[in-house]
């Protein structure tokens, strides 16, 4: 399933297509309203400076803005393409056994059996002070 309603409900879209139709408009009535009273100005032959250079100089911004709008409207196209391409990702849940796991005790293990520990005789305490260069007592 495509995922358009992202892009379509995005504000920032809208934003995009909304500046770019009002720059449009903004540059078209620019461009029309300056050359047409720089045409029948220069026609009549009562055209001023402010008429014919300033106008030329307006008639540029406002087809700028034409192209500028036109570019925002080729962005927004695009992104509104790129956006019913790609898929959403949504993790699907596919239900599966449980596997029961039995619990088993542990063997018992037998204790340790205790090591003992034989305690020094007193063959080796006489061995050991044999050993040793302090003097005995």
Not at 89 to 104: A, L, M, N, W, Y
Request: no cysteine; charged share 10%.
């Amino acid at each position: 399933m495509p995922n358009t309603a992202r892009v379509i409900r995005s504000i920032p879209f809208w934003v995009l297509v909304g500046g770019s139709l009002v720059a449009v408009g903004g540059g078209v009535y620019l461009l029309v309203d300056k050359l047409t009273v720089m045409a029948s100005t220069l026609a009549d032959g009562t055209a001023t400076g402010v008429e014919v250079y300033a106008g030329q100089i307006w008639a540029v911004l406002g087809a700028i803005l034409i192209g500028v709008g036109l570019i925002g409207l080729a962005l927004a196209l695009t992104l509104g393409t790129i956006g019913s391409l790609a898929r959403a990702v949504t993790p699907s849940v596919v239900p599966q056994e449980i596997d029961v796991v039995e619990v088993v005790e542990p063997a018992t293990v037998a204790a340790p059996v205790a090591e003992t520990i034989a305690a020094p005789t007193a063959d080796a305490d006489e061995s050991a002070a044999a050993t040793t260069d302090r003097p005995t007592v």
